[in-house]
């Protein structure tokens, strides 16, 4: 498979789009959307990643490999916050178990 | 030892004729970048576990003390945090351009786009040492002389905690990544690196992008939460 020279301008779009979010988040955080401030500024942070990831670092055009490794390393990140998060957000349900939580 | 092999092989014989860079154990060039891509890919995998532990950390304590967690992050400079996110993304930019710049044959760019990156990382680090340094100043930093007003004091310590641990081991990163830029400009005036060729420029260059993703979380995560309290 032939090296993809991914263009210049594609390079200068995702920059683009990459200060315009910023700008985006900075300025959302003044504003008072209750729980929805963190959702917002995290789903920011993940489309600003994966604009990264896609076209700064090429994973859009790499191999099959290179793409399910990485599937693979944030699937385990997945676990690692579900299973503890299962574990500690859910301390206290149970009376019994009361004198064990936080 | 080359007179037992090259009849008996004269493919990889050609193949490696072709590219002084390409090492005995690969095949062709194009084998030989696609395994240092992925062994830098997987590298970084155990980079984002590195850091997802620290964030699953900050998640259990900001869920704990969320109150305190937003007093804390109003004591963090919105201005210099912003300004250093968009310092961060034009050296994401110079890197790429300086990638594209290997890719394409430009000598003299590539080694204008890494300089560009490095200096971006220094500026970026600087900033740092100035938001430290103003912590200091505030009695902010964990430890004997912390101090914060109100109820939430020991919570709040928390926070800053996890703020200089997460900040701290992403600027050693940053440190990291300008010491094998410095390399790779040392090459690339020799001309090292060609169209053919130029596979630590490509690989740097993800270590680059990773470092700021981590500061695209670490930003809105650490500066952000507490701005639309009054």
């Known amino acids: 498979m032939a090296q993809h020279v991914v263009p210049r301008k594609v390079y200068f779009a995702v920059f683009t789009a990459l200060i315009v979010l910023t700008a985006t988040t900075t300025g959302v955080s003044f504003l008072d959307l209750g729980p929805w401030n963190t959702v917002v500024a995290l789903g920011i942070a993940f489309l600003k990643a994966t604009l990264v990831v896609l076209f700064f670092m090429h994973v859009r055009y790499s191999p099959r490999l290179t793409q399910i490794t990485i599937a693979g390393g944030l699937f385990w990140l997945a676990i690692l916050i579900a299973l503890t998060l299962s574990d500690f957000m859910t301390r206290g349900w149970l009376p019994t178990l009361q004198k064990l939580g936080p | ?230």
């Open chain 2, 1 to 230: 030892m080359a007179d037992a092999t090259a009849p008996a092989a004269p493919v990889t014989t050609s193949a490696h004729g072709g590219s002084p860079e390409l090492q005995h154990q690969f095949d062709t060039v194009d084998q030989q970048r696609e395994a240092s891509s992925f062994g830098m890919w997987v590298f970084l995998v155990t980079e984002i576990l590195f850091f997802g532990g620290l964030f699953l950390a900050y998640t259990v304590y900001r869920h704990t003390y969320s109150q305190a967690f937003a007093e804390a992050s109003r004591h963090l400079d919105i201005t210099l945090g912003t300004f250093n996110t968009a310092v961060l993304i034009v050296s994401s930019l110079t890197m790429a351009l300086a990638v594209f710049s290997a890719a394409t044959g430009r000598r003299k760019a590539i080694v204008v786009f890494l300089l560009a990156t490095m200096a971006l990382g220094a500026v970026f680090l600087g900033v740092k040492a100035v938001e430290y340094s103003h912590k200091f100043h505030d009695h902010l930093v964990p430890g004997p002389s912390f101090h914060f007003p109100g109820p939430d004091a020991r919570p709040a310590e928390i926070f800053f905690s996890l703020y200089f641990t997460m900040t701290g081991l992403h600027a050693v990163h940053m440190v990291v990544g300008i010491g094998l830029l410095t390399a790779l400009v040392l090459q690339a005036r020799k001309g090292r690196y060609t169209p053919e060729y130029h596979t630590p420029v490509e690989v740097c260059g993800l270590y680059w992008h990773f470092v700021d993703i981590v500061w695209i979380f670490l930003f809105p995560l650490l500066y952000l939460i507490g701005r639309h309290i009054h």
